[in-house]
């Protein structure tokens, strides 16, 4: 240290915290920042591909209103049941022959189920959902109808919420069980135990196993992709349209809104990052460990 206080500068300083020198502890020099990094491995997104991705948000959306509607024209008698299994049948099957062939071409070399053993969960479910149908019919009876509505909603909005949009195939967990909650409590309020069987298949084929054929095709045609996301969308406003325009109206809102006008704002406040990389940063103990045992 000098005279005057100032550190003495024949002897340079080092970055280090072992070695005693004549320096204040807090003390750096001029080289300090020349490690500073800005942005460093920053994602660069372009509008379209983000309103592209933002479409699996949009059709989840949709896949809620439309089981909505279904649910609705049940209860008002305009659906019947056997015209519902049987759609969700012939669906459900031509959704299987896409699956496979999609998966055939992409997972060529993987070891994929086989066909009975599909064949034989499929059973599984819908012989233990019928057998029990009767019983979660009568399942709310002893609960006030507002409360179903209150609870099927929250769980609506909750599957929404928790859903797995970035790898949706299988479903999560508790998006799976939230849907199926709320499935269970709006099936519960139809007319009888094969209303309820009908609801509760078509809930498993919108929000079990739509989502794992919609991700094959967004890794396997994504032009496809893009098509069929529009189309939900569509259909969705479309028959939410044809119980409540006020609920369309609102749906096309909040699709508008998902779809194109967040992305826009991701894309205009993505040149406002500033994230700032240095000496200063933590430590990673998994480097530094290695650095040290070598």
Same mark, same amino acid.
């Given at each position: &240290?000098?005279? *005057? ?5 024949? +002897?340079?300083?080092?970055? %280090?915290?072992? +070695?005693?020198?004549?320096?204040? *502890?807090?003390?750096? *020099? ?13 994602? $660069? ?12 948000? /949009?059709?989840?959306? =949709?896949? #809620? ?8 024209? &049940? ?6 049941? +056997? ?5 969700? @049948? %012939? ?5 299987? /022959? ?22 034989? =969960? ?12 009767? #019983? ?6 002893? #609960?006030?109808?507002?409360? $179903? ?5 929250? &769980? ?27 499935? $269970? ?14 609801? @509760?298949?078509?809930? @498993? ?21 893009? /098509? ?8 969705? %406003? ?8 006020? /609920? ?9 809104? %998902? ?14 990052? *500033? ?6 940063? +933590? ?12």
């Amino acid at each position: &240290m000098g005279a *005057d206080g100032a550190p003495d500068q024949t +002897e340079p300083w080092r970055k %280090v915290l072992w +070695e005693r020198q004549p320096f204040p *502890d807090n003390y750096v *020099d001029q080289r300090f920042l020349e490690e500073l990094r800005r942005n460093e491995g920053i994602r $660069v997104y372009r509008y379209w591909a983000v309103v592209k991705e933002a479409g699996f948000v /949009g059709q989840q959306l =949709s896949c #809620v209103a439309i089981f909505i509607t279904l649910w609705l024209y &049940m209860e008002q008698g305009q659906l019947a049941p +056997e015209t519902l299994l049987w759609t969700s @049948l %012939v669906c459900a099957l031509l959704g299987y /022959g896409l699956h496979q062939v999609l998966t055939t071409q992409t997972e060529s070399c993987s070891q994929p189920r086989t066909h009975l053993a599909n064949l034989q =969960s499929a059973a599984i479910f819908l012989s233990f959902t019928f057998g029990f149908s009767p #019983v979660l019919k009568t399942l709310t009876e002893s #609960v006030s109808t507002d409360t $179903v509505y209150a609870m099927s909603a929250v &769980m609506l909005l909750a599957h929404l919420l928790s859903f797995p949009y970035s790898q949706p195939s299988p479903p999560g967990s508790l998006s799976l069980n939230a849907a199926l909650f709320a499935s $269970v409590c709006l099936a519960s309020r139809l007319p009888g135990a094969l209303h309820t069987f009908a609801m @509760l298949s078509c809930a @498993l084929l919108v929000f079990a196993l739509w989502p794992c054929l919609l991700q094959k095709m967004r890794e396997s045609t994504s032009h496809q992709f893009t /098509g069929v996301c529009l189309g939900v969308c569509i259909g969705g %406003v479309g028959g939410l349209g044809s119980q409540s325009m006020g /609920g369309a109206v609102l749906l096309s809102l909040a699709l508008v809104s %998902v779809t194109l006008l967040c992305p826009l704002l991701l894309i205009k406040l993505q040149r406002h990052k *500033d994230n700032i990389h240095g000496p200063w940063d +933590e430590a990673e103990i998994c480097e530094d460990l290695s650095r040290f045992l070598n």
